[in-house]
């Protein structure tokens, strides 16, 4: 995989989930961002020897774009809730990256000690760790920033993290980072494509802007 839209290219072909939950807010991220972002952080040389964590991982669409691009990451591994969303996530790594490995963990993203301690990949070496999430946002029940408790999941593990957040967060992420002891050092906006996904969902596809942060958690 040699560019960034290269890589889009290939990541067009990640499967969605086969029914998305709402309540779990499962929007596939587009391979577009995916490729952008995971992109961005390889030319900060936040992937090569590091430890890849997605946190929310649904049909894998990050952890196979970390995994996918030219950048060498010591493992990855992708965590969500929900089973099914990890069945589609095996399922796109065996047709896109067979010879890849990638650990697919269920358990809440949440509580990452349990996790990672699953995931076997919690040892006492020095590997740094890179997060990647699109967390849900809240956006369903009026419970704005439900990606508050991602983010103070990777503030407890994370070297690095980027994740995808509504437009206007950018002041609750900073706040958020500083009292965590963590910096935001990059931020872009993007556009997000959604397809229709749900019964309510009245058009066959919506554009949404988001807003993508990079952290350093330099405070744990
Ligand atoms: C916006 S979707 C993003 C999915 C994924 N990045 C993709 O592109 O397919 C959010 C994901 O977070 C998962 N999720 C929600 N709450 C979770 C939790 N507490 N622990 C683990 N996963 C969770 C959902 O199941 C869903 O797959």
Known sequence: MSNRRELAVTLERVSGFDNPRIELEQYQTPADLAATLVHTAALHGD?????IVDLGCGTGMLALATALCDAHPRAVVGIDRDGDALESARANERRLAPSVSISWIRGDATRPPLCLSNA???TADAT???VMMNPPFGAQ????HADRRFLDAAATFAD???SIHNAGSADFVETFAA???GTVTHGFEAECALPRAFKFHSE???TISVEVF???WDGR
């Open 141 to 144: 029940k009026g419970n704005r």
């Open 204 to 206: 066959d596809s919506k």
């Open 120 to 122: 076997s990949v919690a």
């Open 179 to 181: 009292d965590a002891g």
């Open 214 to 216: 990079r952290v350093v």
């Open 47 to 51: 992937i090569t020897g590091r430890r």
């Open 128 to 130: 740094l760790t890179t």
């Open 160 to 162: 690095v993290s980027y």
